[in-house]
């Protein structure tokens, strides 16, 4: 763990499997949400890292970072933040730990995607410097806030 993360925020591990998965049920209720199996994997044995960030012993946000081999750009796959922690900050700092671990890794590129109707995540991306690419009509099987659509964003990690 790097030293210039936030001092609440550290790589998740098997124990917060579950506590992971509490969040993002809160976050993504129903069938927009990824299961306990989905989640455990992402953590544990996709090419990807986890952080959380806690308050004491409790998990208030995660985000998971994917990577694909011979790729320059880091994928954020998913940041939740618990719904009673939300406008704190925590996003932002998540987002900077999961950028700093895709420097440490060489990438060039950070990319997400989210539901063009998700105003608090839109407004958080633009805050942290992520640009519009483009928009992917129907990118999601379920409708996520009123939308099935996704803004693709991305933002540079590494300086040319």
């Given at each position: 763990m790097n030293a210039k993360h936030h001092s609440g925020i550290s790589r998740a591990t098997t124990d917060h499997i579950q506590a992971l998965f509490e969040i993002e049920q809160r976050c993504f209720p129903g069938k927009t949400s990824y299961?306990?199996?989905q989640l455990?994997?992402?953590v544990l044995h996709a090419n990807s890292t986890c952080f959380?960030?806690?308050?004491?012993e409790v998990i208030r946000a995660f985000v998971i970072v994917t990577y694909r081999r011979g790729s320059l750009t880091?994928?954020?796959e998913t940041i939740d933040v618990d719904p009673a922690f939300q406008n704190q900050g925590i996003g932002l700092m998540l987002l900077r730990a999961a950028e700093a671990d895709m420097k440490q890794r060489d990438m060039h590129w950070s990319?997400?995607?989210v539901s063009e109707g998700n105003e608090a995540a839109l407004e958080l991306y633009r805050k942290a410097g992520y640009k519009f690419k483009e928009k992917i009509e129907g990118y999601y099987k379920y409708e996520h806030n009123g939308s099935r659509n996704a803004i693709r964003m991305v933002k540079a990690v590494k300086v040319k």
């Open positions: 299961s306990k199996q455990g994997h992402l959380v960030e806690r308050q004491g880091g994928h954020i990319q997400l995607e």
